[in-house]
């Protein structure tokens, strides 16, 4: 079995056995290797533990051929190497305890402390992963050219809303610096005119995988192999993956599978559409119904503070009502008790008056010519069948006379017979 032979796994073993044990000899390292069943970890443990030339197995020798060189009179002797015995036995017996130790040793553990200890030593600080996506674009413009469709500024949860609130296809591109594959289809399809056309309307979004942006879209894409190009629809709330890259080999190849996933992708959209259009109704005549709602709520509440102020002021009014007359009350009783007391019909210069109620019987009472006016109104608000507000009229022609328009008259400034006969008439409260 030559290297054409062995596989990927079996070279890379081949090549950590020679590394561990440090032996040159390719065909020796092989049958360590198949003799343990291509385990390294065996194959090294045997090679310090037996110090063994060959081991040998059940598969067929490998037939090496050696030149025999001629036979002299010099006897050769083994001699063994007691400083590399010293050094190896040591070293073979840290690595016996070590893979006896690492089934029970808790790695997890191990490496969250580990990670612990070196973020408080070696923490750098953490870079804004806006700044990353500007540095990535910049580093694009100049390595490639600035003719491709303008990438999404902002990081991916924000494409993904925007992607499902616009009801548009997300591009998803995730760029490998070290790949010349990655060069190859930045030049071909990124850059290229049809790319351009067949893109459209939809958002693309793209960075490098050494980014916090990048890493975190690998993770989700799941992405092995670069370059890492995905095309991203939204069914409903549901993000589902239209098309995924596997290897890319050929432009027109990858065009032909893009435009594919894309006219796929129409019906989904198509389906968006119609939902958003639901959506949007829904969302109009349910719009429609609160602003019902909230003018019926309104108006009801206008009626009802309307209502509440007219209780008010009808409450404010009954009131002020009630104390007018409490107090007009308190006014006649003490006019009653200030009234001057009537003169006897037998003294001189005196005068009878009649004051005719609009209702009731009139009322009469005798007066002193020197007596103020205002004795007339006053006698009058003493009985009770008389209004609060009135006005009395006499004389030919006849003249109204108000309690407030009385100075310093006297009943015989106005009254000139012996009798006289008054008509009262009530005003509003207003006058």
Request: aromatic share 12%.
């Amino acid at each position: 079995m030559n290297s054409d032979t062995l596989t990927q796994e079996q070279s890379d073993a081949l090549v950590r056995f020679q590394e561990f044990s440090g032996m040159d000899s390719y065909e020796t390292s092989l049958q360590y290797l198949k003799m343990t069943d291509w385990d390294v970890e065996r194959a090294v443990n045997t090679v310090l533990m037996l110090n063994a030339d060959l081991p040998t197995n059940n598969t067929p020798p490998v037939r090496i051929e050696r030149r025999i060189p001629p036979v002299t009179s010099v006897t050769t002797r083994y001699m063994p190497n007691y400083a590399l015995q010293l050094f190896r036995t040591p070293l073979s017996f840290l690595y016996t305890f070590y893979l006896k130790l690492q089934p029970f040793l808790p790695w997890r553990i191990v490496r969250v402390a580990f990670s612990f200890i070196r973020s408080l030593f070696w923490t750098e600080p953490p870079r804004d992963p806006l700044i990353e996506l500007e540095d990535y674009c910049r580093y694009f413009n100049d390595k490639y050219s600035t003719d491709h469709p303008i990438f999404y500024q902002g990081k991916l949860s924000q494409a993904l809303r925007d992607a499902q609130r616009e009801v548009r296809l997300l591009f998803i591109y995730i760029h490998d610096r070290n790949s010349a594959m990655c060069d190859r289809f930045c030049r071909e399809i990124l850059c290229g005119g049809a790319f351009q056309s067949i893109l459209g309307s939809n958002l693309l979004w793209s960075t490098s995988r050494n980014t916090q942006e990048g890493v975190a879209a690998g993770r989700l894409l799941m992405a092995n192999t670069f370059p890492c190009f995905c095309i991203i629809a939204h069914y409903g709330s549901q993000q589902t993956v239209q098309f995924k890259l596997d290897h890319y080999t050929d432009s027109d190849r990858c065009l032909a599978e893009i435009i594919g996933a894309v006219q796929n992708a129409d019906q989904t959209l198509e389906y968006n559409r119609q939902r958003r259009s639901q959506s949007t109704s829904r969302d109009r005549l349910l719009e429609e119904q609160n602003q019902a709602y909230l003018d019926s709520v309104r108006i009801d509440k206008e009626k009802a503070e309307q209502r509440e102020r007219a209780d008010n002021e009808r409450r404010l009014l009954e009131e002020e009502k009630q104390r007018k007359l409490q107090k007009f009350a308190e006014f006649r009783d003490r006019l009653k008790l200030a009234l001057q007391p009537e003169p006897s019909p037998t003294e001189i210069d005196i005068v009878q008056v009649s004051i005719r109620l609009p209702v009731d019987e009139p009322i009469r009472r005798r007066f002193r010519r020197n007596e103020p006016a205002k004795s007339l109104f006053e006698f009058a608000w003493t009985n009770s069948n008389v209004p609060n507000q009135f006005e009395l009229l006499w004389g030919y022609p006849r003249q109204r006379y108000q309690y407030e328009q009385m100075n310093n008259e006297t009943i015989g400034d106005l009254m000139t017979g012996t009798t006289e006969t008054c008509y009262l008439e009530e005003t509003d409260e207003d006058k």
